[in-house]
């Protein structure tokens, strides 16, 4: 909707000269009485016309041609133009969104490729709630991308390499195993590895014994190389069970190691480029009129760095799938390190845009802090139980079977985890309340999910009363509030591509609490099953219909199951 009326708009820009069709944005009304969208181009084009605002809006709106489309077109001080839809072209191109398959999303002129890294997780570390953010809004961006056309390979860029084995493999071979662990599992490796952290510190000498043991394993000798992939099985196998629960799925997950045997000749690479220089015997990239700190990397004694990997990875995967973007989703922490190896990929000649997506941190009333060295973490195990536990309290004394409770309680419990993340602007801190997640009057899932099998209600309803509609479909919208909800649905393509553009799955999920409370609004005043004009009926049954389109697809893009009975 917003394409075709800048694109008429556009036409009248042409009409007037000296004009930039840069300058020309169209957004929702503010109010219903300015309208149904707004434009301030003249506003925009006031400096570069030498011209009144009021007097280009004017001559813009003189070379409108739009009968069909617009009901009215309005200028408002200081340089606004305002459009109302005409009902006519309104009901029409409501037929033509429900006709269509994917909702009207825009789609690309040409295939484009992007790689997403997201998640990433440290082998024999228990995943906790600080992956929680990095997981579910990547996920949620690979969903919107992909929706949008593009070709998107989801990689797991897995922590299994580094000076952490070192200790790890220290404390496995030297300290007693607890037994309130199961053998072998993520938690009990956790646990030894803080053990190795206490001690050190009043043990100094550990480290040195742990630089060896890391030494070992990176010469892949033995038993060091087969305990590595032994802690690596273990972690996957955890982290496989998790993600499958949390309903995503990764295209490859290729860990730190991967890369290993490639760091030396990318060093070596830079080096000739002339990118870097000794400095104390480290290899370190020092950047122009020292924009960013020094970039380390290579150690004096050899070894090397995240950023050398980071290096490593951008070259392998240009090779690999020529993406035209590879995007970064990390804490907003990391902001200094993506800037400094951004820069360096730019002095490399590397051709793919890089994109760092950041997001703030996850707090918690309980005010935990998220430690893994000192074992100080909620474990997301422990974060999703307690999420289907609390939504089973909910419906318990409901008439559904046992079964149907947990799967009811599964689902909401889930989503209302995965939502209180990403209704929330990812670039800022966020604080969990247990209260929003599972509020079924707020903007949470479970309010979403219930609007949802609401409209299926209204669906099973209509089907066991009445004959669903055939053929053609047509709507007539008699009443404001009908008009309310139509309109707004073409606002669904524009919530999904400035939710790709900015990076940010919370705009899909405002729209979508928007959406139902339109529909509550609509269903109040408009009634469905009790019209007697049978056109007005299917118009708004119709519109239910598209309503739960749009709930089901949108909650989808974020990675929420919906029921069709709640």
């Known amino acids: 909707m917003i394409t075709e009326l800048k694109s008429i708009l556009l036409k009248a820009l042409d009409s007037l000269e000296g004009t930039d069709q840069n300058l020309l944005e169209v957004v929702p009304a503010t109010h219903p009485r300015f309208g149904d969208f707004q434009t301030n181009v003249a506003l925009q084009h006031a400096k570069i016309l030498r011209k009144s605002p009021l007097v280009i809006a004017e001559e813009l709106v003189s070379h409108l041609s739009c009968d069909e489309l617009l009901e009215s077109v309005e200028v408002q001080k200081p340089g606004f133009i305002n459009l109302r839809l005409?009902?006519?072209?309104?009901?029409?191109?409501?037929?033509?969104?429900?006709?269509?398959?994917?909702?009207?999303?825009p789609s690309l002129k040409a295939p484009?490729?992007?790689?997403?890294?997201?998640?990433?997780?440290?082998?024999?570390?228990?995943?906790?709630?600080?992956?929680?953010?990095?997981?579910?809004?990547?996920?949620?961006?690979?969903?919107?991308?992909?929706?949008?056309?593009?070709?998107?390979?989801?990689?797991?860029?897995?922590?299994?390499?580094?000076?952490?084995?070192?200790?790890?493999?220290?404390?496995?071979?030297?300290?007693?195993?607890?037994?309130?662990?199961?053998?072998?599992?993520?938690a009990m490796l956790e646990e030894?590895?803080?053990?190795?952290?206490?001690?050190?510190?009043?043990?100094?000498?550990?480290?040195?014994?742990?630089?060896?043991e890391l030494a070992s394993l990176q010469r892949k000798e033995e038993p060091n190389y087969s305990l590595w992939k032994k802690f690596l099985k273990i972690s996957l196998g955890?982290?496989?069970?998790?993600?499958?629960?949390?309903?995503?799925?990764?295209?490859?997950?290729?860990?730190?190691?991967?890369?290993?045997?490639?760091?030396?000749?990318?060093?070596?690479?830079?080096?000739?480029?002339?990118?870097?220089?000794?400095?104390?015997?480290?290899?370190?990239?020092?950047?122009?009129?020292?924009?960013?700190?020094?970039?380390?990397?290579?150690?004096?004694?050899?070894?090397?760095?995240?950023?050398?990997?980071?290096?490593?990875a951008i070259l392998y995967r240009e090779e690999t799938y020529s993406p035209d973007r590879i995007v970064y989703v990390t804490d907003n922490r990391?902001?200094?390190?993506?800037?400094?190896?951004?820069?360096?990929a730019d002095s490399m000649g590397l051709g793919v845009e890089l994109i760092h997506a950041p997001f703030g941190l996850m707090k918690f009333e309980q005010g935990v802090v998220m430690s893994t060295r000192k074992g100080a973490v909620i474990r997301l195990e422990e974060l999703l139980d307690e999420a289907q536990n609390r939504a089973y309290g909910v419906i318990k004394d409901s008439p559904y079977s046992q079964v149907e409770k947990q799967e009811i309680a599964r689902i909401v419990g889930l989503g209302a985890v995965k939502y209180q993340d990403l209704c929330q602007?990812?670039?800022?801190?966020?604080?969990?309340?247990?209260?929003?997640?599972?509020?079924l009057e707020g903007n949470s899932a479970p309010y979403l999910q219930y609007?949802?099998?609401?409209?299926?209600?209204?669906?099973?309803?209509?089907?066991?009363?009445?004959?669903?509609?055939?053929?053609?479909?047509?709507?007539?919208?008699?009443?404001?509030?009908?008009?309310?909800?139509?309109?707004?649905?073409?606002?669904?393509?524009?919530?999904?591509?400035?939710?790709?553009?900015?990076?940010?799955?919370?705009?899909?999920?405002?729209?979508?609490?928007?959406?139902?409370?339109?529909?509550?609004?609509?269903?109040?005043?408009?009634?469905?099953?009790?019209?007697?004009?049978?056109?007005?009926?299917?118009?708004?049954?119709?519109?239910?219909?598209?309503?739960?389109?749009?709930?089901?697809?949108?909650?989808?893009?974020?990675?929420?199951?919906?029921?069709?009975?709640?």
């Open 425 to 439: 602007n990812p670039a800022s801190d966020i604080l969990f309340s247990w209260e929003k997640a599972l509020n």
């Open 451 to 566: 609007a949802y099998a609401r409209v299926c209600g209204i669906s099973r309803k209509y089907s066991s009363q009445f004959e669903i509609p055939q053929g053609k479909t047509s709507f007539k919208l008699r009443d404001s509030a009908e008009r309310d909800l139509a309109l707004f649905f073409f606002l669904y393509p524009h919530a999904v591509s400035q939710a790709a553009s900015q990076y940010k799955p919370h705009i899909v999920a405002e729209y979508l609490f928007n959406l139902a409370q339109k529909f509550a609004s609509f269903y109040a005043q408009c009634s469905v099953l009790k019209e007697q004009d049978s056109a007005v009926r299917e118009s708004r049954f119709h519109l239910c219909s598209l309503s739960a389109r749009i709930l089901a697809h949108g909650l989808n893009l974020l990675g929420i199951e919906i029921m069709e009975r709640m």
């Open 238 to 312: 955890e982290f496989h069970g998790l993600y499958e629960r949390l309903g995503i799925e990764f295209d490859t997950e290729l860990g730190e190691s991967f890369y290993h045997d490639k760091l030396s000749p990318t060093v070596e690479s830079i080096r000739k480029m002339g990118l870097s220089r000794k400095s104390e015997g480290a290899e370190v990239i020092f950047f122009e009129d020292d924009q960013f700190p020094p970039f380390l990397i290579q150690k004096k004694d050899g070894s090397f760095l995240y950023s050398t990997t980071d290096i490593a």
């Open 86 to 105: 005409s009902k006519s072209f309104l009901e029409s191109r409501l037929s033509t969104l429900y006709n269509s398959e994917n909702l009207d999303l």
């Open 334 to 344: 990391q902001k200094l390190h993506f800037q400094q190896l951004f820069k360096v």
């Open 192 to 212: 030894i590895y803080q053990e190795f952290v206490r001690k050190a510190e009043g043990e100094p000498e550990l480290e040195e014994r742990a630089r060896e």
């Open 112 to 186: 484009r490729t992007m790689v997403l890294d997201y998640s990433s997780p440290n082998v024999a570390k228990t995943m906790h709630v600080a992956h929680l953010r990095s997981t579910i809004q990547g996920e949620s961006l690979k969903r919107i991308y992909r929706a949008l056309g593009w070709k998107v390979i989801a990689d797991n860029h897995i922590g299994d390499w580094g000076t952490q084995f070192g200790k790890l493999l220290f404390a496995y071979k030297n300290f007693e195993h607890p037994g309130h662990h199961a053998q072998d599992s993520i």
